[in-house]
């Protein structure tokens, strides 16, 4: 972000349209030097393969905000366009529980951008936008910033089966999740209420 932030203020659309390059350039790079996409932790020349991913993606977001410009008046029929959407990411669910392996399954962030995009143009969605949608959203994110470590926790000290461990690493991802949530409401809660409290 600090490095392509700027330049995209600097150049604007020009430069976000040239970013598909620099993700298809480092995934290149990336199988080419390693012969796989998989392995975040894996040493390049230029870094770990993780982070030379993350840059990828964010490139792709940048150019994903352009093609949303020109596609953004073009969406009216929401219906059609949420059920292509809805079906899209049950395939996608489908696709990563069959073949997590693949190499493929690293390219998702293309199919994710595709349907963010249309989600962003679109000019409503067939579920409508309430207190739960927000709930879910909020909710993901925890459940994406903390699954790993329980996972990675799991791995490494549990002698269950890899069906044990799953279900395991599920279930202590909901509940750590559910926790944090609370927590996190509970001290934007005390903060509002001490701040109303001293108004």
């Known amino acids: 972000f600090i490095i392509l932030v700027p330049l995209g ?3 604007k659309h020009s430069f976000f ?5 620099i993700f298809l350039i480092i995934y290149y790079y990336i ?4 012969g796989h996409i998989w392995g975040p932790d894996e040493w390049t020349p230029f870094g770990y393969k993780g982070l030379l991913r993350a840059i990828g993606s964010i490139s792709l977001g940048f150019f994903g905000y352009e093609i949303h410009l020109i596609i953004k008046d073009k969406l009216n029929h929401y219906i059609i366009e949420s059920l292509f959407v809805i079906l899209s990411y049950v395939a996608v669910f489908y696709y990563v529980f069959k073949y997590s392996n693949d190499d493929y399954y690293f390219f998702l962030p293309v199919i994710f951008l595709i349907l963010i995009v249309i989600q962003m143009s679109m000019k409503k969605f ?3 936008d309430c207190l739960f949608t927000r709930l879910l959203g909020k909710f993901s994110m925890i459940i994406f910033l903390n699954h790993f470590y329980i996972f990675l926790y799991i791995q490494n000290t549990s002698f269950a089966s890899t069906r044990e461990k799953v279900y395991m690493g599920l279930a202590g991802t909901l509940i750590v999740s559910i926790f944090v949530y609370a927590i996190i409401d509970t001290i934007k809660y005390l903060s509002k209420h001490i701040k109303t409290i001293s108004n």
Request: no cysteine; proline share 7%; net charge positive.
């Open 31 to 34: 199988y080419i030097s390693t």
């Open 17 to 21: 349209r040239f970013l598909v390059l």
């Open 9 to 11: 203020v600097k150049f």
């Open 126 to 128: 067939i579920i409508p």
